[in-house]
């Protein structure tokens, strides 16, 4: 498994027009080369549900970001406007199929670590409520969990005032396409979100 950390200073909008544009784009051109059933067989989404399955949860009932992005794509050809910061994230992931974590750097308290949900662990996710996370994969800084690769946490959630921004890339399969995700988010994000003072780095295990 690797994760690529990304963190850099961002100026955060409502909506950035040319982005969006361009996320309309991508949304048409997968609309044409995918179909609902493919969507689980995409590389980084296969490696992802087994990680699922070996922690104990159903990918199914608890779908990762990355395949509920697309679903919503291929079905609806629609993905939600949040913010540009956001928005750039989720282009990352529908290009790549990788579940990606973003937070407001700011909101997080101390270390963070990567482990498993554990029972009855307080979680609330953004759009989800109380979320379920035992058994899911889960960060965690001083003050508890804060992210999964279903939805990450309102406590450290992106919003207008977001100054300091990371961004966790999470390939379970440890893959090439890590490096190229990596490099898209960095452009996105300097084209789109003015992003600068960048600190970048894979963590491997």
Known sequence: MKLSCIECDVRTSEKNEELWRRIEAKILDLQSQLKIE????????????????????????????????????????????????????????????????????EKIEGKIVFGIGAEDEPYEGIG????????MPVFRDDRGAFGTPTSDSVRTSVTADTKRFLMIIIDYASSEILSEATVLAQKLLEEYADACNFEIKTVEN
């Not at 067989?41 to 608890?62: E, L, N």
């Not at 794509?73 to 994230?89: H, I, M, T």
């Open 128 to 135: 989800r409520g109380v979320l379920n996370i035992e058994y």
């Open 38 to 105: 493919d969507i689980s067989q995409i590389p980084s989404i296969t490696s992802s549900r087994k990680a699922y399955k070996a922690c104990g949860k159903d990918p199914a009932r608890y779908r990762l970001s990355a395949e509920a992005l697309l679903r919503r794509v291929v079905n609806r050809g629609e993905l939600y406007q949040v913010n540009n910061v956001v928005d750039c994230l989720n282009l990352v992931s529908i290009s790549t199929g990788f579940s990606i974590g973003g937070y407001d750097a």
